[in-house]
């Protein structure tokens, strides 16, 4: 088969001439061969040449595909990391996050290399979590990204600083996309607070000294809270000034929340977040709550509360639980007895070292100190008129009351004790995002110092974070797990005498279960030329 031109003369009289596919065939009958027409490309003037060329190295790609090996006259040009960009891209095209960033974007005149910065950005912090700047070579050489010669360091700037304009419709998006997914009701919601500290001076009003999780009290920071799902699966999140006091965030959380349509929500949080005030914020708001109480600093909670009669109900090895009513509040007394005989044989342990420090003769004042500031010890010991410390018997058998217990509160009605305990428990799954963000999505430290992109930083965490918890409740499986298996899906660029092709590798068994499951088709065999 062969390109053949071929003229005419119009009715006007003007020549036109067609390019046609044709196939040279031997007619028996007038003993000479006749081209057979396949295909019309139409006018010459009118052709396509970026769909001709598209069409020459399919040809050439499929004409390749037949070829048992890589012949001398191949030369393999890179291998690169690819299955870890592919999976990625496909989950934020399936939770809409792309329609989202492409839709913002169009309407402010953004280029598409922004989105794929985005994109970029994201599979990177799911990869090998590195600096702006650093990405972008990252993304030229260590991976295959489609249309990576398009992206420049100032579109991952770029990209950042829209991330944060558009944070609101992308957590809209994600929280009604995941609903629709998973066919539930978001009835129940997280909330906790974390710390990160920053890398050099910032001008940021959001960077202060303050209380660090990190133990860097040396940094400054700031203070992030995030809510989820009972599945830990991020609703929203917020940046607070480092200073800022766990209580004091959560009525600016509800103000966050509130724009999500809740049928009947139960707002979880732990003792660090509870005051009256607080309280009062929730109701306000219409939800639920179910809150850690502390045991020792509330006066109805310790004498009356933990000191109520009736029996423990076993929910299972690890939990029992009793319902107490107290002036119209709810609480439930949580009791794990595992940890109860620890707790027990610690404060033996204390108490036995203890006496025998005290019957020793002659204590300095520097030991005497040391035994009243210190935070466990001194819970133990009172000091008599004459200064000598002693053992306080009323107290040591008082602390009995508190081993392997909590107490939550709660305005839930519906729920039993039971299930509310276990609700509870779920609380953990913030803590696990935290531990993710931190540890796999490098949330800290920060190298970013103007408020802007201090939130777009962590936007960034926290959605990349989304589509880590959003695979792995798919695959039922860690995201090391899945990252691993996938990152060894390489892309090959293949140099051949009559062109050049980009191919993945071949597909391992667990790579096709991990594609299945997610519900992506297997990328194709051949990436490109």
């Not at 399936?94 to 005149?109: A, D, N």
């Not at 209580?247 to 509800?254: A, I, Q, S």
């Not at 005030?277 to 306000?284: M, P, Q, S, V």
């Not at 109900?313 to 439930?332: H, P, W």
Request: charged share 30%; hydrophobic share 35%; aromatic share 8%.
């Amino acid at each position: 088969m062969f390109l053949k031109e071929s003229s005419v003369i119009n009715r006007s009289g003007k020549r036109v001439t067609y390019l046609h596919l044709v196939e040279s065939q031997w007619d028996p009958q007038r003993k000479h061969s006749t081209h057979k027409f396949i295909y019309s490309f139409g006018k010459v003037t009118e052709l396509n040449k970026e769909k001709m060329l598209a069409l020459a190295s399919n040809i050439l790609r499929y004409l390749n595909e037949g070829i048992d090996g890589v012949g001398i006259d191949s030369e393999i040009v890179w291998s690169r990391s690819y299955g870890g960009v592919y999976v990625v891209g496909d989950l934020l095209r399936k939770l809409g996050i792309l329609e989202v960033l492409r839709s913002k974007l169009r309407k402010r005149r953004y280029t598409s290399a922004v989105a794929d910065a985005i994109v970029a950005m994201v599979v990177n912090r799911l990869s090998e979590p590195m600096s702006k700047r650093a990405v972008d070579e990252w993304v030229r050489e260590d991976i295959y990204f489609p249309r990576s010669e398009e992206l420049e360091l100032q579109h991952y700037y770029r990209g950042l600083d829209f991330l944060e304009d558009c944070k609101d419709e992308i957590e809209d998006e994600l929280f009604w996309k995941t609903r629709t997914l998973f066919n539930r009701k978001v009835d129940i919601i997280f909330y906790d607070t974390t710390s990160t500290y920053v890398e050099g001076a910032g001008e940021s009003e959001l960077l202060e000294y303050g209380y660090s999780r990190d133990r860097r009290s040396d940094r400054k920071q700031i203070i992030v809270g995030l809510v989820t799902d009972r599945d830990g699966l991020p609703v929203c999140s917020s940046v607070f000034p480092g200073s800022t006091m766990d209580m004091r965030t959560v009525e600016g959380m509800l103000q966050r929340v509130k724009r999500f349509d809740f049928e009947r929500c139960i707002f979880v949080c732990d003792r660090g977040m509870v005051s009256e005030e607080n309280l009062k914020a929730i109701e306000k708001a219409k939800y639920e709550y179910l809150v850690g109480i502390k045991l020792r600093g509330l006066t109805e909670v310790r004498d009356k509360v933990l000191c109520s009669r009736g029996r423990f109900q076993k929910v299972d090895n690890f939990l029992e639980v009793k319902e107490v009513i107290l002036e119209g509040r709810r609480y439930i007394i949580c009791r794990n007895p595992e940890e109860a005989e620890h707790d027990r044989h610690i404060r033996e342990e204390l108490v036995e070292k203890l006496s025998e420090e005290l019957s020793a003769s002659g204590l300095t004042k520097k030991q005497e100190c040391a035994i009243l500031n210190h935070s466990v010890k001194k819970r133990f010991v009172r000091q008599l008129r004459s200064g000598r410390i002693v053992l306080n018997k009323r107290r040591i058998a008082e602390e009995s009351r508190y081993d392997g217990k909590y107490v939550i509160l709660t305005t839930d009605r519906a729920l039993s004790a039971s299930e509310l305990a276990l609700q509870y428990k779920h609380l953990f799954s913030v803590e696990r995002a935290f531990r993710s963000l931190k540890n796999g999505i490098s949330l800290r430290p920060l190298y970013h110092w103007t408020t802007n992109r201090i939130k777009a930083h962590v936007s960034l965490c926290v959605l990349s974070y989304f589509v880590q918890r959003y695979a792995e409740l798919k695959t039922e499986k860690s995201w090391d797990v899945i990252s691993k298996h996938m990152k060894r899906i390489s892309a090959v660029k293949i140099l051949l005498k009559n062109g050049a092709m980009i191919k993945r590798s071949q597909l391992t068994n667990f790579q096709k279960l991990v594609l299945n499951q997610l519900d992506t088709e297997e990328p194709p065999l051949i990436l490109g030329s």
